[in-house]
Each structure stands twice: as C-alpha cells, then as structure tokens.
C-alpha cells in the first residue's frame, strides 16, 4: 500500500513540474522585449573599508538600498505575471481578459536604460556625507545576461566624524535658560558620529519640551548647528547650538493661557443663533439651548487659566472630548491676545473649544456576515437603536435586536452541516464617568473611565441538541489608559441560562458523562472579571509589533456566603438555582515582524485554566477551553483534538450531532507561527503552522486520556498549511487549508494529506 501511495505521489510531482514548466514558458517575456533594451532585474550595493575598525551600519546600509531607482518589474515564483499583462494588453486586439489583468496587476517594463547611474551615485555619497562618512569612492557598473541586466554599486568609505564637544552658545535670555534646562535629557553624546538625521531629532527634541513649556510660537527651524573641525587634527569636531538670528520675540516667550471657551453644540449652520452663556470653573459654555451640562463637561477639560500653554494637555483634552461618542469633530483653538515686544517675560493666548455634535437619535440596519471561532457561519440582521446624550451629561444608550441563522461548515461526522438560529436583545447604558458610591479621583489625563450597564436576553436553537434561553446582566468600568493600553473591569456580572427540548441523543451523551452534565445544569453564573490589553499592532510605524491580553473570572464566591442549604448532591443553590464556583484566567501574547507594509512574520502564544471547586465539579460548558477550527489549529474541525489523547470511537456515531460536544478541556495550550504575504492587489497569502490541544485537570471516566499529565507536551495536535485571503479595506474573507502532522493520541509525525482541512472565515486568525 505505502510503494502505491509512493508512485501516486511521484507521478504527481511529476505532472506539477509540466505544469509549472509549460506554465513559466507561457509566463515569458523575452519575446516581448525589443532587440536594443534589456529588461532591469535590479541593483546591489557592495560596500568596502579601508580599514577593519570602519563599520557601516546596517541601518545606514537598507537607507542606501532604498535609493536604488527604478524598481524592477515584480516577480512570483519566478514569473513576470504584472509585465506580461501589460505586454500581452498592448496587443492590437488584446481582449477583455487581458486588458482585465492589465488593469488590475499591469506593470510598465522597467529597462536598462532607464536607470541613471550617475544620479544614484550622487545619491549614495550625498547619503553617506549627511551621515557623517566623507571622501567616499562610489562607482557602478552593469551585468547584461541573455535579455536582462543589473547594475552594481560599489562603494568605499573612510572613518566618519565623530564629536568631541557638544555646547550651547547661551545668553541670559528666558529662552535660552529653558534650552539649557533641557540638555541633561540630550540624545546627542560625546563621540556620536556626524549625523543630520540626529541632529534633526535633537532639534525635535528641544522643540517638544520648550512647547510643553508655554513656548507656543516656538519652532526647530529656529535652532542652529554648526561645527568646527578646526582644533582637530583627526576626524573629530565641536558642535555648537545657537537660535537664528532672525528668531522672532513671539517664539521667545511663554505662553498663559488668558480664557477658555467651550462651544459645547457648535455649527457653522448656527453660528449667527442666539446662544446661552454659563460660567462654570471659570470656563465659559457657550451653546444653543440646554444640549450638554458644564458640570458633567467640565472634567474631560484639563486646560486652565493658571496653565501655560502645552501642546500634550490640549492633545488629552481633545481626546477625551471626542471619546465622550457624542461629538463629531472636536477641535481646539488658540489665539493670541496682543503681539508680544521685547522686555515682555510672557504672552497671553485665548483658548476655544469646539464641539460639534453627532445626531441625538439614531436608527441603524445592519446585515451581518457571521464567522465564529466554532466553525458556524452564516448571516444576521441587527437593528439598534441609539440615544446620545440621554441625561445631557454624555450617556448613550443603545438597544439591538438581532437575528441571525448559521450553519457550521466544518464538524466531524455528522455535526458537519449542524445548524442553529438566534434571537437575541441587548440594552447597554454607558456613562462616560465612573459610578461609585462616593467620588473618585483617579488621575487618567488620556481618557475618563466609563461605566456600563448592560442586560440581554438571548435564544438559541441548536439543531437536534438542545434549546436554550439566557439572561445577561453586568456593571463594570472601561477606560484606555494611553493609545497602546485598555482595562475592563467588571464587578457584577449574572448569566442565568435554561435547557429545554434536548434531543435524546444529547441526553444520552449527559447520561454517559456527569461532568459534563454537571456543567450544562449550574444555570446560574454570578462573579466579577478583569481583562487588560496591550496593543501595540494598530501602530503602523512599529516594525515590531506586540499584543498581549490577560483575563480572570472569578464566579460563585460572593453567592457561597448567603447560599442555602445543599440539596441531595450536595450542591448549594440561591433562589432555586444552582450557581457555579470557579476561577479562570487566560493570556493570549502575539508578536509581529514586519518585513514591508505588506509581508509580516506573526507569532502567537495562547495558555489557560479554570478550575472548578466549592459549589461545582466542573467548569460550565460556555466556560471551557475547546480547539480546532479557523482561530485555533486550523488542521482540525472544531472540537475534534482533546482532551488530552482522547479519541471519539465509532460508538460515537450513533450520538449524531451531539457527538462532538463534549470534546471541551480546564486547560488550553496553543502556539502559532503564520507568514503573510502579497500575491495582487488585495489577494493575499500566508503559511502557517499551529500547534495545541485542550486537556482536563480531573479525571474524567467518559474521557479516557483526557487528563493531563506531565507528558503533555507529546499531545500536542500539530498541523501546517497555506491561506488565501481576500481583504478589501479592512473585510477580510479568508481561506485556510491545513493537514496534520501529529495526532494526540497518535506517536509519531507524519504529514497526513488523505483528508486536508479547509477552513472558511472572516477576518485575520490572530
């Protein structure tokens, strides 16, 4: 069997080489080309010292790779697939199809003769001057090879400036105190080497802290270098900082702030209505009617008139401002109260805050497209209603109603094409300020915390299984302390859920397995839980991008105090219900390396564990760990690796849909490794290996193997696979198909292509 399998796999790879072969013949462009250009492939700098103690950074060496110009056509695997639409759509008659891919993925040819050697030479040395490395020898020449070309750059360099002495060139003047304060936090060190770009941010650097100093008119165009390698005999020079001579009296002096003016409903439409004026804190609220409280405006404004003026307090003012969700555009002006002369030791500026406002009422239809880590898929209809500015302080009330019906499109056996339906409503009030019994003063400048009310009910058929009913309700506190952090914390939160119309292939499944039983019949889930994320991914500048999230839910401990008595089980209950007792954590850690904007390695580390105790014998079912699927080890179906080395048996079947449910675990380890890549326009491409499995922490007899042990890591479902994915502007539709290598319960590795998995989601895995 395995010599057959052998001789399909040779006879494959073979009928893949024609493919590929007649494919690159029929890709070529060589007859395209005219007899007098070559096609450019490229250029490549080689840098050389003339001695072993000169280093060209490899920084300054990818700056003088990037002005290598033009860029050659792109290639894939080998192919000119952009310049071969353009050649094949310039054709007399080049069809539809062609002029299709030619709009699409079309590139001009990219010759020889295009590339200006001279200028780029001249590029590279500038380069290397501006950074300190001077009398360099750059030459070039070009490789011709059948029909296309390179060029080579080489380039020798000699030792940089360094300097010896870094001064100010101060008077007694305020402005030239408050440079000075400045030069203990200097970036610029005694030996650095000659470096525009470094004095450039030490320019920035000056100017950030003499604006967060009341400077307002201040400006690092003012600031001047200059050096002197006079008094060296080596390549050595003093560096001095002065301020131009023509530096106005205006960007001399620090700024106060003489008055502050809110507009807290303003429009260009109403600018000529009357308007009502209320002093507030020794603020004025200027607006038409009673749209927006002062005393509930007043706290997300840190501008005040003892303050001078700093550009990061109006930043945080304007931020919270329009993180309130009431307003539209948010915007601060300064204007100066009369030119400042010379003598002045300060100047005034008026500060006026405009708020512009969103519409009180709103009504939105939403027809949603549905992709869940449980491998069910299908549409939605959502309708919410929402109310800005309900108590005119800034709460926002939203209700939706929601319906939605799902299939899942990758289940094991049976469960393969399990549907369910869903009804639900959902109320949330949001208050941007925190409720607490007594007033709190916390200290967040970046945003004001805010407080959430939410309940919902919410309805589900499951097919063949069950039907369910739950009641949700919670109180917490959301806030962002700076761009890359978020903390939700929520001290009161109720789940109350009820089974009805259970199949009996779902009993008898409950029947075999208490704990699983247990965990459907604790309907009443009351506790708190705290969710801190640190999010760096959003920042496009960062090469190296970090995620991390951490979760712990702790549920039953307040209700243990004021239960009842146990009934036969054993079990506590509070008004007729048992309640569950457990604690949960989770932490979820991602790491990105961005090669280009659009080429990314993204690693992923996911670990955690409930423990159930007191009051339960296991966790609730919508609290366990399961694995498989789109978000998880895409090279199996959802719910089908664990607990553990636990392998469903052909006994299984006779369950249906129900057979599958119980594959859930205390504890869930995961690791992925994906590389992301461009194939056209907004097709993209990735390889990816996961690796991870769920396990329980007590023995369960209807799991045999599910418990972990000390050999856990050899339990690990291992899969690799490739993804095409389709994003347009953010809406991702993605297709994943991954085979496995290692099986829990299995000893060996072995790449398993018999039954590949195909994964269908919205949006990134992680």
């Excluded at 992923?604 to 498989?628: D, E, H, T, V, W």
């Amino acid at each position: 069997m395995r010599q057959k399998i052998d001789e399909v796999l040779k006879n494959y790879k073979k009928l893949l080489g024609v493919l590929l072969a007649g494919c690159l013949f029929s890709c070529s462009v060589k007859s395209y080309i005219p007899d007098d250009e070559l096609l450019y492939t490229g250029a490549e700098i080689k840098v050389s010292t003339q001695s072993d103690s000169v280093k060209l950074p490899r920084a300054i060496k990818d700056e003088l790779e990037e002005l290598l110009r033009p860029i050659p056509n792109a290639t894939f695997l080998g192919m000119r697939l952009g310049l071969r639409s353009y050649y094949r759509a310039q054709r007399e008659n080049p069809g539809f199809i062609n002029k299709f891919f030619n709009k699409k993925i079309g590139e001009a040819p990219v010759y020889l003769s295009h590339v200006d050697r001279k200028k780029t030479e001249e590029l590279i040395n500038n380069r290397l001057e501006n950074r300190g490395f001077y009398r360099n020898l750059v030459a070039s020449s070009s490789e011709e090879k059948n029909y296309t070309a390179s060029v080579d750059y080489t380039v020798e360099i000699n030792a940089p400036y360094r300097i010896a002495n870094y001064t100010l060139l101060a008077d007694s003047t305020l402005v030239y105190r408050h440079i000075a304060a400045s030069f203990p936090k200097t970036i610029i060190t005694t030996g650095d080497r000659f470096d525009l770009d470094l004095f450039k941010k030490e320019r920035e650097r000056i100017d950030t802290y003499m604006k967060a100093k009341g400077f307002y008119n201040f400006n690092d165009d003012f600031l001047l270098f200059q050096a002197d390698t006079n008094q060296y005999n080596g390549k050595k020079f003093d560096l001095y900082l002065k301020l131009k001579e023509d530096t106005p009296v205006s960007s001399k002096l620090p700024y106060k702030l003489n008055s502050i003016t809110v507009y807290s409903n303003y429009s260009v439409d109403t600018e000529s209505q009357a308007t009502d004026t209320v002093e507030y804190q020794g603020v004025s609220y200027i607006q038409q009617g009673d749209f927006f409280r002062p005393d509930r405006l007043a706290p997300f404004i840190l501008l005040d008139t003892t303050q001078y003026y700093n550009p990061l307090t109006s930043k945080f003012t304007s931020n919270r401002l329009s993180k309130i969700g009431v307003y539209k555009y948010t915007s601060i002006r300064y204007d100066q109260v009369k030119p400042p002369v010379e003598g002045d030791s300060m100047a005034l500026l008026d500060a006026s805050i405009f708020l512009s406002p969103l519409n009180k009422h709103a009504l939105r239809a939403e027809l949603q497209a549905n992709s869940k880590s449980n491998n069910f898929v299908g549409p939605a209809l959502a309708l919410t209603y929402t109310n800005r500015n309900l108590f005119k302080g800034g709460e926002i009330f939203s209700t939706t109603a929601r319906f939605g019906f799902e299939q899942q499109i990758g289940g094991e056996g049976d469960n393969s094409g399990a549907r369910s339906m869903q009804l639900g409503l959902k109320t949330d009030l949001i208050f941007p300020r925190i409720l607490f019994p007594f007033q709190l003063d916390l200290g967040f400048d970046y945003e004001v915390p805010k407080t959430k009310i939410s309940t919902a009910i919410e309805y589900l058929n499951r097919q063949d299984l069950y039907r369910s009913t739950s009641l949700l309700a919670g109180f917490g506190y959301t806030w962002n302390a700076n761009e890359y952090v978020y903390h939700e914390f929520t001290p009161i939160s109720f789940n109350y859920s009820s089974l009805s119309n259970t199949s009996e292939a779902f009993e008898e499944l409950l029947a075999n397995n208490p704990y699983l039983r247990n965990s459907f019949e604790q309907k009443f889930i009351a506790g708190l839980n705290y969710s801190f994320v640190y999010n760096e991914v959003n920042d496009l500048q960062k090469q190296s991008p970090v995620y991390f999230a951490a979760n712990i839910e702790v549920a039953g401990n307040a209700l243990s105090l004021i239960s009842g008595s146990s009934n036969e089980n054993g079990t506590e209950s509070i008004l007729g219900m048992e309640y569950a007792q457990f604690i949960r954590s989770d932490i979820d850690f991602r790491y990105q390396y961005r090669f280009d904007k659009q080429q990314a390695l993204v690693a992923r580390l996911f670990g955690g564990i409930g423990y159930a105790y007191g009051n339960s014998i296991s966790m609730p079912y919508s609290k366990q760990y399961y694995a498989g699927g789109p978000f998880s080890v895409r090279a199996f179906r959802i719910r089908a690796l664990g607990p553990g080395t636990y392998q469903p048996n052909a006994d299984n079947s006779e369950l249906g849909s129900a057979s599958y449910i119980d594959q859930t675990g205390d504890i869930r380890l995961e690791a992925n490794l994906e590389y992301r890549f461009p194939i056209m326009s907004f097709v993209k491409g990735a390889l990816f290996a996961d690796a991870g499995n769920v396990w329980l922490l007590k023995h369960n007899p209807a799991l045999p193997g599910g418990e972990i042990s000390s050999g856990f890591m050899k339990e690990l479902g291992v899969g690799v696979g490739a993804g095409v994915r389709v994003d347009v502007q953010g809406f991702v539709i993605r297709f994943d198909l991954a085979a496995p290598i290692h099986k829990p319960y299995q000893d060996h590795y072995d790449l398993d292509l018999s039954k590949p998995i195909l994964n269908f989601a919205f949006g990134y895995p992680f």
